[in-house]
């Protein structure tokens, strides 16, 4: 490959390539300075002093005064040059901010000087990096192999040039448990420590790689990033908030991650399965995806405008994940910065305006009641897991029904003896009749009786809560994508309100990107399969980003949601563009085969440590001198937990679980159908936390004081916080104190005959790595002084067991 | 003020000392808000406040479901001459509302309206307590908004967006100012009676990071979730479970030097404070009798009380919910329930602030979704009648906090359907707090989606300079 053409962005305020060898390049070393320093006084919204450098027709616009801004081969008489080296800082551009420095001034000299080029003479704007189709770079650097491959070429030459020294290898004890967080999301035992330890090569290492990527761990593990750019939750989302039956999609998830299904397929299905031909009832669950969008079901609510409302989420949801870009901006306007007009943007519409109308009021129009949901479901095929399920609720339920019922006739009994008058005619008859009665009938009753029994409105409710799941498990609907047969006509929505229609719009790509194949059809499939070109320049790079944010806890473009002009430009361009061709090219689309490079790589499987002159010259370690160390996320810490303490349920899929959670939580959800948690029975509680019911009004506290968004919409990047009430969680749900109980009773029984024995199994099976003396000695008088106070191994194990799970180290990678 | 000024500045420079000395915790850590370090730190954005503040805290009710504003405090003479009368067209052809259908009818006011204090502000007969502190209060009579369902509206009203995911108001605020308080958190959140129908994402923290999320102070249980210890574990046998998890931090730090490890230790210590503070701070035993009588009884008084004794401590921004004002149907009986809930302990707090002193850097603010039509909805009998929702015109007030008392700003129409004079859109409302909090709304921004988002969005707002002392 030709070095000096391959695409090679100017890294802005570093050492410019562009002024010491090689041809200018207008993309990739002017328009990033003018886009910087220059787009806010005289882009293509303003050009003040009539100067606009947004495009070549602008540019060539005399300004106000006359003058022109540049002459060709001449840049020490141009406007421009003079007004960036004028030494009156009143008068030098730009007039905000700093100075351009010295390598920004030489460039736009040399641009100038060697005829300032534009990309083309069709007076069209620059194009921005983004927008450019992805090209492999040759390797600036040799690399070892193994441990190393191309990953670390890259990301070893910026390290050259920055003066910096790579860490050594974490040691393999912890390389190996962050492998296993990182790819199945769960810890490694000690047994699988020790093996490994015998035989740490690289080799083994990628053994050991395979092996967890064939682990049926690993799609649950990665669903979850997943599912919160799918924005997948168990319930409607506003003001009612009530449960939607959803999972099957959920479960979908983890098994087309776990069948590696190439990434283009897996988009066309979740935006187009139902338009294949013949689709099987997974590729329509598939397209669950995008009925993912919240749902206004208050009373009162125009289903229309709601509808508009879902399909701006999906629009932008699209935008979002598939083209890294924010084209929300053009919802109400021509996107400011970036080429989306406000018609591109219904164009995109038009594409997913084709689906039915999802809710109506319920009974009269004048009505008060409710919103019912009528978008299109299907019926699932019930499998064993399923049918079980439904036995064990129908016996709980039924269990709390007679508890209810025997409860009411007691009652009753008592009222019936003391005041006969007081129950009306058909509860007297509920009552007098033998057979058993039903929910509705006890409700009935307890009406009567109301102010006899308070509790009995809590254990009503919860029954109802129950008959309710048990409909919704003995229905198993999804809801799914459908094509009307009449196209619905698109409009554009003036400022974005839908009352405001404008010009009638068909569907579109935007004309700055890869074009639309004359052969794809108008509709869902043609867009999915547009998206998943390999002519699109986004999408593999914010593919490969996302995954590059997973594993080392910040992109190479550090704002993964948006890869337009107002985005971050990477840190690391050449290898995220080879990372982005490799995932087509190379990997065929497979997330294990990206996911593998990544792991397999000397950056990946350096060690934590700080080193201080490193961290002089590059203090947030964007150059990656080190792993990052980052904390886990929401669920690995509760399914970490879990494990470490044999909690931890391995059953796979099915309905949501709900772990335990404090009393009245979910009183926050007004007007909704659900206003009690019933927490699950069994290994329920302790299942993985992908498993775990998303309710939007009020998700899992837990999860939510560890960041874990609510899913109202998509979310690319979880925050990464670091607060009190994280410690409270730890220390004090009683979920986590239940954990660090049964992690005590197993260090006492499972890790050795001595105290010394015992802690060093307990502090290997939580960190993977043997403590060092100090820690040894802390955790040894830890235990003492337990044990002398309390007078029980017990609670001295279970102290060791809670100093454990809160550790810093324990909810990070290691 | 000028203390508070140097003690701000102070805890910007350590912020940016941090920032560079480079820690490699960037604007995560540096968010920590429980400690000083909170705030704009990500964008580069100048440091706050930029305007000279008025206010340092801002107490804010959002009465639920939207009282009427016609029976409160916006008085229609002719609506009552009319009332039970067919509605003119002009009041609902062409409009959308939730419930309304066919051709309704007018209600009036049953209320007698009744002017307060020297500035003669007017408030209903439903308000009397009120009327006491009516010399210190700003009514905007002129409010209007963009949606007229209650998950949109409240989204709208706290986020300035009509969808979920954006932050709330007071999300925004702490990611500004920060918090003041070493042992509270710096954003808190009370609910009363039917909670809001937006939930949880009315005090959310959107794309800010999640430290600027408010925490609900619950009445029943623990004040704030998981702050109590587990059963048996004594105030000393958990001081030396911190103490252990703290030395192996260390130890570890020692070892990797990674920051986020002393954020980390921090934090917990942290977290054993709130132990002590948050108890303290809801035990009312301190107060003395008078204080507890002026508030009265009942929740919202137990609320008004804590709001006060938490910007007292330091706490930046207390959000209180309470409905149900949701008054489709028997709304006689309803709305003088919540009025009497109410207008006492709300009056009481606003006398209590301005005695301490405190009621000139405090902003108080009355809220809701949006208001209620001049027009009759569902039975037409005195008890059993209702109102249904209204965008076009409401009411809101706010006092303290450098807005000028006993004004009444912006009118409505005859009827009260439209705004007459001094339109204030939501954003304008927004605008203006932030400027009352010493923030250019227009400054105050973060970067996202590669955009610089603010809580007022891309339209223009204005800030209310005739409210302002």
Redesign the interface.
């Given at each position: 490959m030709d070095h000096a053409s391959c695409f090679f962005p100017l890294i802005l305020g570093s050492l410019a390539s562009a002024s010491i060898a090689g041809e200018l390049d207008f993309a990739r070393d002017v328009a990033p300075i003018f886009e910087e320093h220059c787009y806010d006084c005289h882009g293509a919204e303003t050009q003040k002093g009539g100067i606009g450098l947004a495009t070549h027709y602008h540019s060539r616009h005399p300004a106000e005064s006359g003058e022109l801004l540049y002459v060709a081969g001449t840049a020490e008489a141009s406007l421009l040059i003079r007004v960036i080296t004028e030494s009156d800082p009143e008068k030098r551009m730009p007039a905000k901010g700093a100075a351009l420095n010295e390598t920004q001034i030489a460039t736009l000299r040399r641009w100038i000087d060697t005829g300032a080029k534009w990309p083309d003479d069709g007076w069209r704007p620059p194009v921005h990096w983004s927008y450019i189709s992805p090209k492999k770079a040759a390797l600036p650097e040799p690399f070892l192999s193994p441990p190393g491959n191309e990953v670390d070429s890259f990301i070893r030459d910026r390290l050259k040039r920055e003066d910096l020294q790579p860490n050594p290898p974490a040691s393999p004890a912890q390389l190996l448990r962050r492998v296993y967080l990182d790819v199945i999301g769960l810890p490694p035992s000690v047994a699988e420590v020790d093996q490994f330890l015998r035989n740490p090569s690289p080799a083994a290492y990628a053994a050991v790689v395979d092996d967890l990527l064939r682990s049926p761990r690993f799609g649950e593990r990665w669903a979850v990033p997943w599912l919160d750019l799918a924005r997948y939750a168990d319930s409607e989302?506003?003001?009612?908030?009530s449960p939607r039956n959803m999972w099957p999609y959920r479960d979908w998830v983890i098994t087309a991650l776990n069948a590696d299904m190439p990434f283009d397929q897996f988009t066309i299905e979740q935006l187009a399965g139902d338009l294949l031909p013949n689709p099987s009832e997974s590729q329509l669950v598939a397209t669950a995806f995008h009925r993912n969008s919240?749902l206004?079901l208050?009373?009162?609510?125009?289903p229309i405008e709601d509808h508009y409302?879902q399909i701006?989420?999906r629009v932008n949801t699209t935008g979002?994940i598939w083209l890294g870009s924010?084209v929300?901006?053009a919802q109400?306007?021509n996107h400011k910065?970036d080429p989306f007009t406000i018609k591109n943007y219904y164009e995109l519409f038009a594409f997913f305006n084709n689906t039915p109308i999802e809710s109506r009021q319920k009974g009269s129009?004048?009505g008060?009641s409710e919103m019912l949901h009528i978008g299109p479901t299907i019926t699932l095929q019930k499998n064993e897991q399923d049918i079980t399920d439904l036995a064990t609720l129908t016996l709980q339920h039924e269990a709390a029904l007679g508890i209810i019922r025997s409860t009411l006739r007691a009652d009753a009994g008592r009222m019936m003896e003391k005041n006969p008058a007081a129950l009306p005619e058909a509860v007297r008859k509920i009552i007098e009749t033998k057979s058993e009665m039903s929910l509705a009938q006890c409700q009935a009753v307890a009406r009567a009786l109301k102010p006899a029994n308070p509790a009995m409105g809590r254990k009503l409710e919860e029954a109802s809560i129950t008959a309710a799941r048990l409909e919704a498990l003995e229905k198993k609907e999804v809801r799914v994508q459908e094509e009307m047969q009449e196209i619905r006509p698109t409009f554009i929505a003036k400022r974005g309100d839908f009352l405001a229609p404008g010009e009638q719009v068909m569907p579109a790509t935007p004309a700055v990107l890869h074009p639309f194949g004359d052969e794809l059809p108008r509709n869902r499939l043609g867009l999915a399969r547009w998206l998943v070109d390999p002519a699109n320049p986004l999408v593999a790079r914010a593919y490969v980003n996302r995954l590059w944010l997973e594993l080392f806890g910040q992109g190479l473009v550090t704002?993964p949601?948006?890869f337009?002009?107002?985005?971050a430009r990477p840190s690391h361009p050449e290898l995220l563009d080879w990372l982005a061709v490799a995932f087509v090219e190379e990997d065929g689309w497979s997330l294990k085969k990206a996911l593998r490079r990544l792991v397999l790589s000397s950056t990946y499987c350096q060690s934590?440590?700080?080193n201080?002159a490193s961290?002089a010259v590059d203090?947030?370690?964007q150059w990656l001198w080190r792993h990052p160390?980052h904390?886990l996320g929401a669920e690995t810490i509760r399914d970490q937990g879990l494990a470490l303490s044999g909690l931890l349920s391995e059953r796979i899929y099915g309905t949501p679980a709900r772990p335990f959670q404090?009393?009245?939580?979910w009183?926050?959800?007004?007007?909704a159908s659900e206003t009690y948690y019933i927490p699950s029975q069994g290994e329920d509680a302790y299942r993985r936390g992908v498993y775990t019911l998303w309710r939007?009004?009020?998700h899992y506290?837990?999860f939510a004081?560890f960041?874990a968004p609510?899913r109202?919409?998509c979310v690319v990047k979880r925050?990464?916080?670091?607060?009190?009430?994280?410690?409270?969680?730890l220390?004090?749900?009683?979920v986590y104190?239940e954990m660090a109980t049964a992690f005590g009773q197993r260090i006492e029984k499972e890790g050795g005959n001595t105290v010394e024995q015992r802690i060093e199994w307990a502090f290997r099976t939580t960190l993977a790595r043997s403590p060092?003396e100090?820690?040894r000695l802390?955790?040894h008088s830890?235990f003492e002084?337990?044990l002398v106070?309390l007078n029980s191994a017990t609670a001295a194990y279970r102290?060791i067991a809670?100093?454990l799970l809160?550790?810093?180290?324990t909810i990070?990678r290691s | 003020m000028l203390d508070f000024l140097t003690e701000y500045n102070a805890q910007l420079r350590r912020r940016h000392f941090l920032a560079r000395s480079g820690s490699g915790l960037g604007a995560l850590a540096l968010g920590n808000l429980w400690s000083r370090d909170v705030g704009a730190s990500e964008s580069g954005i100048e440091s706050f406040p930029s305007i000279a503040p008025q206010a340092r805290s801002v107490i804010f009710f959002h009465m639920t479901g939207a009282p009427s504003q016609l029976d409160l405090f916006d008085e229609k003479p002719l609506l009552r001459k009319f009332d039970r009368q067919l509605a003119p067209a002009e009041l609902f052809e062409g409009k959308r509302f939730s419930f309304l259908r066919g051709h309704p009818k007018l209600l009036g006011s049953p209320y007698e309206f009744i002017r307060h204090g020297k500035s003669g502000v007017q408030l209903s007969s439903l308000l009397p307590h009120l009327g006491k502190v009516a010399d210190e209060i700003c009514v905007i009579k002129s409010m209007f908004t963009t949606e007229f369902n209650h998950g949109p509206a409240q989204l709208y009203m706290h986020t300035g967006l009509n969808r979920q995911g954006n932050p709330s108001i007071g999300s925004w605020t702490t990611y500004g100012l920060g918090c003041e308080s070493e042992n509270l958190p710096a954003y808190v959140v009370f609910l009363k009676g039917a909670t809001p129908g937006a939930g949880a994402n009315l005090w959310k923290s959107g794309f800010l990071p999640s430290v600027h999320q408010g925490v609900q102070l619950r009445g029943e249980g623990e004040p704030v979730l998981y702050l109590d210890r587990p059963e048996g574990v004594s105030e000393s046998a958990r001081r030396r479970t911190l103490d252990s998890i703290a030395a192996l931090n260390q130890n570890y730090y020692e070892t990797v030097g990674d920051p986020e490890i002393q954020t980390r230790i921090d934090q917990y210590e942290m977290a054993y404070r709130m132990q002590t503070s948050v108890p303290e701070l809801v035990d009312l035993s301190e107060e003395s009798a008078a204080t507890l009588e002026s508030y009265g009884e009942g929740e919202v008084a137990r609320q008004c009380l804590q709001a006060r004794r938490l910007v007292e401590r330091g706490v930046r921004f207390v959000e209180l919910f309470i409905g149900d004002w949701d008054t489709h149907a028997n709304q006689a009986a309803k709305l003088a329930a919540n009025c009497r809930e109410v207008d006492q302990p709300i009056t009481a707090l606003i006398a209590d602030l301005k005695q301490r002193g405190l009621l000139d850097q405090t902003l108080v603010v009355w809220s809701a979704e949006f208001g209620r039509t001049p027009m009759l909805q569902g039975d037409e009998t005195a008890a059993k009648c209702g109102r249904d929702h209204q965008k076009d015109a409401f009411t809101i007030w706010m006092a303290g906090g450098g807005v000028k008392g006993g004004l009444t700003y912006g009118s409505t129409n005859e009827l009260g359907n439209e705004v007459a004079e001094n339109p204030v859109e939501v954003r304008d409302f927004h605008a203006t707090m932030m400027h009352l909090l010493g923030i250019n709304h227009e400054k105050l921004t973060y970067r996202y989606q590669g955009l610089d988002q603010r809580l007022t969005g891309v339209e223009e707002a204005r800030v209310l300079r005739d409210i302002l002392t």
């Open positions: 989302g506003y003001q009612r908030d919240a206004n208050e009373a009162g609510t125009d409302k701006v989420d979002t924010t929300a901006c109400c306007h910065y129009e004048m008060m704002t949601e948006e337009g002009s107002q985005g934590i440590e700080v201080p961290a203090p947030a370690n160390g904390r404090p009393e009245g939580v009183r926050n959800t007004a007007g939007r009004g009020s506290p837990s004081n960041d609510d109202s919409a925050d990464r916080s670091n607060t009190p009430l994280q410690a409270l969680t220390l004090n749900d009683p104190v060092v100090a820690e802390l955790l830890a002084t337990v106070e102290e809670t100093i809160n550790l810093h180290e990070t | -």
